[in-house]
Each structure stands twice: as structure tokens, then as C-alpha cells.
């Protein structure tokens, strides 16, 4: 499958500390991107990684691509309750083909 | 979210029912797209239009049946569905295939 998968499913952490979520995929990419998702809502894309970049910050996040080790992870700094979404990473293999992880569920408690 | 919108919000429909699901993008996008979302499942792609043709069909069973009659406008015919079809249907767009989605917020359909 190419699927990717994340990486912990689940992370309950403090307001104020990091939150780090992990995306391993199996075969070459174009690009990788992460998305949030709050409950029952649409998808809200955060940031996109190419193949040939190794990392990326916007605000208070950043991405990095490792295509060596076919993972990516994607940190939250100095989190907010209103960070408490389902975040997801999706490989993009071209030719319209994304491909969207399981997701992993972050609850930040205030 | 604004920039795509889906109708209605909720369905709840029988089996022998026939419903469509609505979507509208306002980006001028040129690619749109239907993903299924069931619970503790990963997001399914179903099916992509671009340049209002179909690219991407991924073994959808026939009872689910897509419309894009111009780039700003996708419908999904529904007909005979089963329980498990159940779900949260997304709609999304992008401009081109390598880039980022825009989604819509949803339809939740429950079919009894």
C-alpha cells in the first residue's frame, strides 16, 4: 500500500508543550502535505513539502522530509487547546493520486 | 472552507432512496474531488475530475454515480445504498494535480 501511515494514532498533551506526529510512507513521492481536520469538519491543509526539500516552518509549525527514510514529521510548538484536531498526512504520487494516512487525534488540555 | 461548499449538511436516506450530493467551488480551481470518510478509516479517494473529465475512478461500486457538469460544480448520485455506506462524504479542489486541496465541510450521510 502506499499509503501513508502516522505516527501516534493518538497524543494528549499540556497547553504550552510540543506535539510532534510522525508519517512514514513506502514509495518515491512528489510531495508530502499535512492536513487538520477538527471533528466532522473538512480538511484544512496546513503546509506542503517537496520532494526535494527538507524542511518547512509556518508560524508555529514545522515539517521535515527525510525521502532516505521515507518519513516526514510535522511539530506543533507552544500548543493551544484550539490545536485539539485530527491531523493528516498525505503523499502525493502525481497524476491526481493523494493518498491520506489514518491520522493522528491531538488533544491539548488547557 | 469558504471557498467550497457542499449541500446538504446531513442526509439521512433509506435504501431504495435516490439523493444527490451538491458541491461548489468559488477558486477557480480545475480539478475537483470526492473522498469518502468512514469512521476509524482513512480518507478513500473515490473519484477526480479534472478539466470537468473524469481521471480517477478508484472501484467505486456503481450505486455511487459523479457528475461534473463545469469546473465549478460536482454532484454524486446516490441510489440503493447499503448501511455501510454510511459516512462523511468530502468534496475538495486544487488547481493542478501536484497541489494542495481545498475541502469542503462535508456531507454526513446515514442510510437506514
Known amino acids: 500500500s502506499q499509503q501513508g501511515e502516522e505516527d501516534p494514532q493518538a497524543l494528549s498533551i499540556q497547553e504550552g508543550e510540543n506535539a510532534t506526529m510522525n508519517c512514514s510512507y513506502k514509495?518515491?513521492?512528489?510531495?508530502l502535505q499535512w492536513y487538520r481536520q477538527n471533528s466532522g469538519r473538512g480538511l484544512v491543509h496546513l503546509i506542503l513539502?517537496?520532494?526535494?526539500?527538507r524542511e518547512k516552518h509556518s508560524g508555529r509549525l514545522r515539517v521535515t522530509l527525510d525521502t532516505s527514510k521515507k518519513s516526514s514529521s510535522l511539530l506543533i510548538t507552544a500548543s493551544r487547546a484550539a490545536d485539539t484536531a485530527s491531523y493528516f498526512c498525505?503523499?502525493?504520487?502525481?497524476?491526481?493520486?493523494?493518498?491520506f494516512g489514518a491520522g493522528t487525534r491531538l488533544f491539548v488540555k488547557a | 472552507e469558504t471557498g467550497v461548499t457542499q449541500t446538504p449538511r446531513h442526509l439521512v436516506m433509506g435504501m431504495t432512496n435516490k439523493k444527490s450530493l451538491k458541491c461548489e467551488q468559488h477558486?477557480?480551481?480545475?480539478?475537483m474531488y470526492w473522498y469518502k470518510q468512514s469512521a476509524k478509516k482513512p480518507l478513500e479517494l473515490m473519484f477526480v475530475?479534472?478539466?470537468?473529465?473524469?481521471?480517477e475512478n478508484n472501484s467505486v461500486p456503481s450505486r455511487f454515480s459523479p457528475e461534473c457538469p463545469n469546473s465549478s460544480h460536482l454532484f454524486l448520485h446516490l441510489h440503493t445504498l447499503q448501511p455501510e455506506d454510511s459516512a462523511l462524504y468530502l468534496c475538495?479542489?486544487?488547481?493542478?494535480?501536484?497541489?494542495?486541496?481545498?475541502f469542503g465541510p462535508g456531507t454526513r450521510l446515514t442510510v437506514l
Open positions: 498525505a503523499t502525493d504520487y502525481g497524476g491526481f493520486k493523494t493518498i
Open positions: 475530475y479534472s478539466l470537468e473529465e473524469r481521471v
Open positions: 475538495a479542489s486544487s488547481q493542478g494535480s501536484i497541489a494542495k486541496q481545498f
Open positions: 514509495t518515491s513521492i512528489n510531495n
Open positions: 513539502i517537496r520532494s526535494n526539500e
Open positions: 477558486l477557480g480551481h480545475n480539478a
